[in-house]
Structure formats: structure tokens, C-alpha cells
């Protein structure tokens, strides 16, 4: 008799999100339909709610590694390997969908290629992107994996690499997962360190791009936008002193440094 509700109770779902799509269900509902291709029978409700309230929510079950899905009840081996599979094949997606940019010489232009990598990622990564004179992209690399507090690249090997690849710029980006785009003083720290080794090779940084909690943050720029490829060294000289001049100290908020204060942000 359970297993009669069960069967009926599925063939009701499907039959629901035939008619409404995906738009009439809530998030676990989604992923209890979807557990049904791995558990044939049985009710798959309750492993839909552990699974997200395990692990942050539907994104964050479709971003975990198939050994930390299979800790919770009722997931075994061929259901963590189908779920996280599901992840990588939505990540990849959005990656293909990006904007297929002959130049990028805006912020946004650059938050737009590389927002798709951030996608669900449980720990700090560090990607570079290196340009010619006219701002097109002739590299594109990951420089780095840390913790989900931390990650540790090394300004000269960025460096070492731009000038292997004769770029003219750069653009440094890093995340916080499940945090604020907020600069630490260790990424302020970092990015005066990568400027100086870039500017050996004459190449210069235009920008250090932070991912977090839906936000992108360029730390060179007062105000997000344009991406500074030609400031005049007046301008420039003058905000690096306000940027960096309080690195170590604390002394400024970071919303101090970005002008942020202004926006009433």
C-alpha cells in the first residue's frame, strides 16, 4: 500500500511539472523529483530536505563533492556521482553562454567572462587574464586554489608568465566563497605586491576583481566601471597612495579605500 502512495504520489509531480514547469515547484520539490532517477522507489522527500539544509541549499548540493552528499541519509554512491555531475554540467553551461568578448576593457566586460567560474565554488581560486595593446585576451589561466578563507598566489610567478606570454596587462580575480566582497588586508597586500613584480616586465595591472555573495568588487577603482587602461600618472599616483598607504595599518575601512563611503554604500 506505502509503495502504491509512493508511485502515485511521483506520477503526480511529473504530471504537475508537465503542465506548470519548473516555475510551480519549490526547490527541494525540484530535487525530489530529481532523486527519483537514482532511487527508482520509495519517497525521496526527506533526502530532498537534508540534502539542502546539509548543505546550503540547491545550488550548494549541486556544488559539493560527491563524498560530502554521500553523509547524508539515503544518498548513496550512484546519487552523489548524478548530483554533482548535474553541478559540473551547469557550470560548464554557463561558461559556453558567456559573452563571446573580442576585447575586454571594461569591469563589467571582465566580471561578465569570468562570473561563470565563481559558480558554486567552496574555496578561494585565483584566475588571471593577460592582454595585448588593445586590450585582447591572449591568456586566460587558473593561477591558484586555497581554502574556503584563503588563497596564496605568487605575485612573480604571475609575473614570470606575463612576460612569457609578452602581455601588455593584466587582470587578477579571486573570490570569497560564501562571503562579502570585501578586500582583506592580505589581498590589498597581494595586489601592491603583483603591481610592483608586473611593473619589472613593463606590464601593468589594471585591475584585482573580488567575487562574493553576488558582487564584484575591482579593488584598483574608486568607481566600478571603466577599467583604468590609461590613467594619467597624477591620477594614479594619487590613489595608490590613498590605497595603499594604510595597508597594514587598518587605519582606513576598505569602503574608506574604494570610495564606497561616498555611495552612501
Same mark, same amino acid.
Given at each position: 500500500m506505502s509503495q502504491n502512495l509512493h508511485e502515485n504520489h511521483r506520477e503526480r509531480m511529473r504530471n504537475r511539472y508537465m503542465i506548470e514547469g519548473a516555475d510551480g515547484f519549490s +526547490?527541494?520539490? /525540484? =530535487?525530489?523529483? *530529481? =532523486?527519483?532517477? +537514482?532511487v527508482p522507489r520509495g519517497d525521496t522527500n526527506g533526502t530532498a530536505h537534508a540534502l539542502m539544509e546539509q548543505n546550503g541549499g540547491l545550488w550548494g548540493v549541486l556544488s559539493a563533492e560527491p563524498e560530502v552528499l554521500e553523509l547524508t541519509e539515503g544518498v548513496g554512491e550512484k546519487t552523489a556521482m548524478m548530483l554533482s555531475l548535474i553541478g559540473d554540467v551547469v557550470r560548464r553551461s554557463a561558461i559556453e553562454q558567456r559573452p563571446m568578448l573580442p576585447k575586454i576593457d571594461t569591469c563589467r566586460k571582465a566580471r561578465a567572462y569570468l562570473e561563470p567560474y565563481y559558480l558554486g565554488l567552496q574555496v578561494e581560486r585565483v584566475y588571471a587574464l593577460m592582454f595585448d595593446n588593445r586590450m585582447h585576451l591572449i591568456d586566460f589561466y587558473h593561477v591558484c586554489d586555497g581554502t574556503i578563507n584563503e588563497a596564496r598566489p605568487i605575485a612573480r610567478d604571475i609575473s614570470r608568465r606575463a612576460l612569457l606570454k609578452n602581455a601588455s596587462a593584466v587582470i587578477v580575480a579571486h573570490n570569497h566563497p560564501d562571503g562579502f566582497a570585501i578586500a582583506t588586508a592580505p589581498d590589498r597586500e597581494f595586489t601592491a605586491k603583483l603591481e610592483q613584480a608586473l611593473a619589472l616586465n613593463?606590464?601593468? *595591472? =589594471?585591475?584585482? *576583481? =573580488?567575487?562574493? +555573495?553576488?558582487?564584484?568588487?575591482? /579593488? *584598483?577603482?574608486?568607481?566600478?566601471c571603466m577599467v583604468r587602461t590609461s590613467p594619467t600618472a597624477q591620477d594614479a599616483d594619487s590613489f595608490y597612495e590613498r590605497f595603499y598607504q594604510d595597508m597594514f595599518t587598518g587605519e582606513r575601512t576598505t569602503a574608506e579605500l574604494l570610495g564606497l563611503e561616498d555611495k552612501g554604500i
Open positions: +526547490s527541494h520539490e /525540484l =530535487l525530489e523529483m *530529481l =532523486l527519483y532517477y +537514482s613593463g606590464t601593468m *595591472l =589594471l585591475e584585482h *576583481l =573580488l567575487f562574493g +555573495s553576488g558582487e564584484c568588487i575591482p /579593488l *584598483l577603482q574608486k568607481y566600478a
